[in-house]
C-alpha cells in the first residue's frame, strides 16, 4: 500500500518544504493542489482553502516545478487536486496539459455544489464527464472523481450511478469515508466492492459531530485518531477485497502544526495498516 498526502493540509508549507518534508517523513507520494490563489486573498493567513502556500499554479511552469520535485525527493504523484467546475473545459484543458508535462496519470474533476433537481444537474455532469473522456482520449490521462457532500456523488452507490457506463480504464474514483460522514455513509465494504476496478485512490481524513447554537447535531473536521470514521473497518475492507493502492492523508483538523501532523498522520495510519494485515 502507498501512502501520500494531499497538499491542501499544509497550507503553511511551500511545495519546496512540502516535498522536502514528505521525504523525511517517509511518504510515497505527493497530490498536489492545483489551483489560482486569487490576489486578494495572498494576505492573509496561510489556510486550507484561502492562502495556501502548498499550491501549483495550473500553469507549464508549476508542472515542471512539481516534476522536478516530485523527481528530486523520489515521491510518485498519484494525482492533482484541482477545482474544475461543471462546464469548464478550458480548466480541463490546463489540468490534462499540467498532467502531461508534469508525468502524472490522472487529475479531479469536479461537480460543485448544487441546489435544485437531482436529474437535471445529474444529466449535465453525465454529459460534461463524457467530454471530458473524450478530450483525455488517447493521453493515458484519467479523470478522476471524488465521493462528496454536496455534490450529486456523495455516496459509493450514486457515484457508481454515474460512472458506470465509462470505462475504468478513463475514470477513477477517489473513496472519501471523511466526506461520507458529512453525507452518504453506506458499508465500507459493500461500497468499495461496487466501485470496483473504478477505485485507485482513497482519501484519509476524519470528522466527528457537534451541536450547533440550534441544538442540531453537525460535523466539523477531526484529527484521524479522533472522529466518526471506522479506519479499522475501512482497512480491512479494503483488505478482503485486494485493493492495494494509494492512501492519501488530507487532515482538516488543523490541531498539529504541519510537519507534527505528517509525521503523527503516517505513524496512525501505518498502525491501522499492519492491524488490518497489509
Given amino acids: 500500500m502507498k501512502i501520500g498526502v494531499f497538499t ?54 508549476d508542472a515542471k516545478r512539481a516534476k522536478a520535485l516530485s523527481e528530486k525527493y523520489g515521491l510518485e504523484q498519484p494525482g492533482i487536486g484541482t477545482y474544475i467546475s461543471l462546464g469548464d473545459m478550458d480548466a480541463v484543458k490546463a489540468a490534462r496539459d499540467f498532467c502531461q508535462t508534469a508525468g502524472i496519470g490522472q487529475f479531479r474533476v469536479g461537480f460543485n455544489n448544487f441546489e435544485g433537481a437531482y436529474l437535471e444537474h445529474f444529466n449535465k455532469a453525465e454529459k460534461f464527464l463524457a467530454e471530458v473522456l473524450e478530450l483525455l482520449k488517447g493521453t493515458g490521462i484519467k479523470a478522476m472523481i471524488e465521493i462528496h457532500h454536496r455534490t450529486i456523488v456523495p455516496s459509493a452507490g450514486l457515484m457508481h450511478r454515474l460512472i458506470s457506463q465509462f470505462d475504468p480504464a478513463s475514470v477513477s474514483v477517489i473513496y472519501d469515508p471523511g466526506n461520507m460522514a458529512y453525507e452518504g455513509f453506506e458499508d465500507y465494504r459493500m461500497g468499495i466492492e461496487l466501485l470496483g476496478p473504478y477505485m485507485t485512490h482513497v482519501h484519509l481524513k476524519n470528522a466527528k ?70
Fill in 209 to 278: 459531530t457537534q451541536p450547533n447554537d440550534n441544538g442540531v447535531w453537525t460535523y466539523t473536521w477531526a484529527p484521524l485518531e479522533d472522529g466518526v470514521v471506522d479506519f479499522d473497518a475501512l482497512l480491512t475492507a479494503l483488505k478482503e477485497v485486494g485493493y492495494n493502492d494509494w492512501l492519501v492523508i488530507e487532515d482538516f483538523s488543523g490541531k498539529r502544526p504541519s510537519r507534527e501532523a505528517l509525521k503523527q498522520n503516517l505513524e496512525f495510519v501505518r498502525a491501522k495498516l499492519q492491524k488490518a494485515g497489509y
Fill in 8 to 61: 491542501v493540509m499544509l497550507p503553511d508549507l511551500t511545495p519546496e518544504e512540502a516535498a522536502a518534508e514528505l521525504k523525511t517523513s517517509g511518504y510515497d507520494g505527493v497530490e498536489w493542489r492545483v489551483t489560482t490563489v486569487p490576489e486578494a486573498r495572498k494576505n492573509e493567513a496561510p489556510s486550507f482553502w484561502g492562502n495556501n502556500y502548498c499550491t501549483l499554479e495550473p500553469t507549464q511552469e
